[in-house]
């Protein structure tokens, strides 16, 4: 290969020089001392230009670089426990009415208002939140962590463009991807539930606004709304089961135990980075409220 030349700008005024480093050949050759001083002035300014050269490649590589977010210590991560403001049981309600009743309106009115969390969705948060605190009280979870769940999971039912109805139904009802095993970070799992829930008789598919797979919810079932069915369709009845399934981890109420049981809802420390993101938002917006 014969040898490039390189040939310098006028204000660089480097003779001209192949790339193994010899001087290149001149019609007046300098005296051998001469030469030699040339020489390793050209080395010197050589050395300067790779290295000025290597520090500008890195310094694009850098910043090209995807540098992951900083885990923030967990007790950083522990969101705020915002309370809820039940009604008190009235005398000849007769225990029909739905449990999610229980939840003071004008106090969920007023928390949706702040949150931006839709009221009805709140309903579902909150009733889950006092159900759990009645039937496991060293749980601690605040429904504000329920919240950032759902908001996570499914936008409050909202995904997709579904719409939350009065009834707790998203519209149309919203399913996740098929979980065949054909996507990279996706499971593959055979039908269980025979389509009855996500409409898929060949593979099972997340469900509803708190997305519980077929099988999980078969274990976690619950009832929220009292209308003596579980549906994980129904936000009431899957945010009853997903308080049951976060608390069955244990207390949530240190750092290590919320994280713990938030990650057991989906083993990934971005998601739980989120979720106490999102409940840290609620709890502070929920603090304005009177
Ligand atoms: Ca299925
Ligand atoms: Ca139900």
Not at 26 to 31: F, G, K, L, Q, V
Not at 157 to 164: K, N
Not at 230 to 249: E, F, M, R
Not at 279 to 285: K, L, P, V
């Amino acid at each position: 290969m014969s040898p490039v030349r390189v040939e310098r700008e006028r204000s660089w005024e480097v003779p001209a020089v192949d790339v193994e480093g010899e001087p290149a050949a001149s019609s007046d050759e300098p005296a051998p001392a001469s030469r030699w001083r040339e020489f390793a002035v050209r080395a010197a300014l050589l050395t300067g230009c790779a290295v000025i050269v290597a520090a500008i490649t890195l310094a694009i590589h850098l910043t090209k670089l995807e540098i992951p977010p900083v885990q923030a210590p967990a007790r950083a991560l522990q969101p705020a426990t915002a309370p809820v403001t039940a009604l008190e049981p009235h005398p000849g309600d007769g225990g029909s009415a739905s449990p999610v009743d229980r939840v003071d309106p004008t106090w969920a009115r007023q928390v949706a208002a702040a949150t931006g969390v839709p009221v009805r969705a709140l309903l579902a948060y909150a009733s889950a939140d006092l159900t759990v605190d009645a039937e496991q009280p060293g749980c601690g979870i605040g429904w504000n962590t329920l919240a950032a769940i759902g908001a996570v999971e499914s936008g409050h039912g909202t995904y997709g463009g579904a719409m939350l109805g009065e009834d707790g139904h998203p519209s149309p009802p919203i399913r996740g991807i098929p979980l065949d095993g054909q996507r990279e970070g996706v499971a593959a799992i055979a039908d269980t539930d025979d389509g009855v829930w996500d409409g898929d008789v060949t593979w099972d598919r997340a469900v509803g606004p708190m997305q519980f797979i077929p099988s999980t919810w078969a274990r976690w079932e619950a009832d929220g709304n009292g209308d003596g069915v579980g549906d994980p369709n129904q936000i009431d009845d899957a945010a009853l089961a997903a308080v049951h399934y976060l608390c069955a981890s244990g207390n949530m109420t240190t750092p290590d135990g919320w994280r713990a049981a938030v990650l057991s809802y989906n083993h990934s420390d971005a998601y739980a980075d989120q979720v106490a993101q999102i409940a840290n938002g609620y709890a502070s917006a929920a603090g304005t409220v009177p």
